[in-house]
């Protein structure tokens, strides 16, 4: 008997499918294995950025600014305690009393700086009514009519966590520009820390750093 009547006709049906159709199936199968390696790869992928921003190492960078732009104090804070740090507490004092004892001839100037002045005041404390006597008695206004106070604060310094002496230095100049008096003065300044809750409020005193006991006097 040949060889080729030895083969039985089922063996000769699964070589022809094995020939017809193994190649799909491997390939099909190939196609599964692939698949399921890149859905591994998706999901740690996925896992690991949702770690990374639940575990976000972002910090702030607090800048303080005058009210001419310069840099009065800089450093990293967090976000819940930028109030809380003296060096900010400090800037937010040197720039209250810049825009209390600044004299200028520019009205809206002028208007702008006693605005910012009354918007850092604590409501109904002693330091109201001392401003409120301040400019009652000696209006800006009137001054910047005849002539312009410049004042370069030289210390801000803490006494306590809520307390600071500053010591600074007015340049009263005319119409002209030319100096007519230099003058030191010394003052004990409190403050308050309250964050604001409202839009509105946080837009005039981001900070909640707010005045409740101011005195000055000129230095002889």
């Known amino acids: 008997m040949s060889t080729s ?14 020939e017809r159709y193994g190649s799909l199936i491997t390939q099909a199968r190939n196609w599964r ?4 390696v890149a859905s591994v790869i998706g999901l740690v992928a996925v896992a690991g950025a949702t770690w990374l921003s639940v575990h976000s190492r ?7 600014l005058d009210h001419l732009g310069r840099s009065v104090a800089a450093g990293y804070a967090d976000q819940t305690s930028v109030a809380n740090d003296d060096r900010v507490r400090r800037s937010s004092v040197l720039n209250w009393i810049e825009n209390l004892r600044t004299v200028t001839s520019d009205t809206v100037a002028q208007a702008k700086a006693i605005k910012a002045v009354y918007v850092q005041i604590a409501q109904g404390s002693p330091a109201m009514n001392a401003i409120n006597d301040f400019y009652r008695g000696d209006p800006p206004q009137a001054r910047g009519k005849t002539e312009t106070v410049s004042v370069d604060v030289n210390t801000v310094l803490p006494t306590s966590d809520r307390s600071y002496e500053v010591d600074w230095t007015e340049t009263t100049r005319d119409m002209q520009g030319v100096v007519t008096a230099t003058a030191r003065w010394k003052g004990s300044f409190m403050i308050a820390v309250d964050p604001p809750n409202d839009e ?3 837009r005039m005193n981001p900070l909640g750093i707010y005045v409740t006991n101011a005195s000055w006097s000129r230095v002889l």
């Open 200 to 202: 509105a409020t946080a």
């Open 33 to 36: 294995v692939a698949f399921q």
């Open 5 to 18: 009547e030895a083969v039985s006709p089922y063996i000769a049906a699964r070589h022809e499918w094995d």
């Open 58 to 64: 972002t910090k702030v960078f607090v800048v303080a």
